[in-house]
């Protein structure tokens, strides 16, 4: 079955900017259609106990070709 190229996701790179990463999208042919902030968790070991903590966020644009 052929996989459909019409969605993909692009992620803000550390050192890059909303607007270089919207640029890059507009380069590839494609248009944002939603932004999402998804957090990062670190897995802490405390009293023999695993849990996640939440150490950052990282911004993604869900994009539909054009």
């Not at 550390?14 to 494609?30: H, P, T, V």
């Not at 259609?33 to 950052?56: D, M, Q, S």
């Amino acid at each position: 079955m052929p996989k459909n190229n019409s969605k993909k996701r692009y992620e803000v790179g550390e050192q890059e900017s909303i607007a270089q990463c919207l640029d890059r999208m507009k380069k590839d042919g494609y248009a944002p259609v939603r932004r999402a902030e998804e957090p990062i968790f670190k897995e802490v070991t405390e009293n023999g106990e695993k849990t996640l903590e939440p150490v950052g966020r990282t911004i993604v644009f869900h994009a539909v070709k054009q």
